[in-house]
């Protein structure tokens, strides 16, 4: 599977910038294949693992703020690997055509 997740802190103040740091040095730990962006990040893995990691990632964040904010998005399709390159190098190459 394939997730897009987003993590916010909310009641800590104005800048949440470390804490989603924090947050996503838990994802990159993990060993799972992901990619952040500036909106948000991306984790290849199996069902089980990939939910694991999101909840580590909002756990670091709500053991300093008394609220979390969670966006996810799934792409669920059993047998599919590399998900995470492959949609956008499909994409590249339908645009290097022309």
Do not use: C, Y
């Not at 987003?6 to 799972?32: F, K, Y």
């Not at 008394?66 to 949609?87: E, N």
């Amino acid at each position: 599977m394939l997730i897009a997740f987003s993590v916010t802190p909310l009641g800590g103040g104005e800048s949440v910038g470390d804490l989603v740091a924090e947050a996503v040095r838990v994802v990159r730990e993990s060993g799972l294949p992901n990619q952040t962006d500036a909106m948000f990040t991306l984790v290849e893995g199996e069902w089980d693992e990939v939910m694991a990691v999101v909840k580590r990632a909002v756990d670091v964040i709500a053991a300093e703020v008394p609220r979390v904010s969670l966006v996810l998005k799934a792409d669920i399709r059993p047998g599919v690997t590399d998900a995470l390159t492959a949609k956008v190098a499909h994409i590249e190459a339908r645009l290097a055509e022309g």
